[in-house]
């Protein structure tokens, strides 16, 4: 089993920025692919940015392509993503996800993809 783990979320005014952690417990993360996503009120939960656990490919979201930055810590079991220029249309609960991959150069964009899930931090950008 893997634990997932998010931080970071809280409250900023738009133009701002924010770096969500997630940190992953129960097995080496080295075979992972990770992904963050956010559900925003009375909408489905959507992607946001993917990566392979080695960190050599990364994808994202056209709305947030430019602004956010997905990143791995190895050292740390840790998967970031810094958001940059945050705008209120930002504003939800953003999670962590994880699932096996062993060929470690692929990106999952879908949220039936995933096994893992972390309980979600809330971020709230105002305007």
């Known amino acids: 089993q893997v634990q997932l783990v998010e931080s970071g979320g809280g409250l900023v005014q738009a133009g701002g920025s924010l770096r969500l952690s997630c940190a992953a417990s129960g097995r080496p993360m080295r075979n992972y692919a990770m992904g963050w996503f956010r559900q925003a009120p009375g909408k489905e939960r959507e992607f946001v940015a993917a990566i392979t656990w080695s960190g050599g490919n990364s994808y994202y979201a056209d709305s947030v392509k430019g602004r956010f930055t997905i990143s791995t810590d190895n050292a740390k079991n840790t998967v970031y993503v810094q958001m940059n220029s945050l705008k209120p249309e930002d504003t939800a609960v953003y999670y962590c996800?994880?699932?096996?991959?062993?060929?470690?150069?692929?990106?999952?964009?879908?949220?039936?993809?995933?096994?893992?899930w972390g309980q979600g931090t809330q971020v709230t950008v105002s305007s």
């Open positions: 996800a994880a699932r096996a991959d062993y060929s470690g150069s692929n990106y999952y964009t879908q949220r039936s993809e995933y096994d893992y």
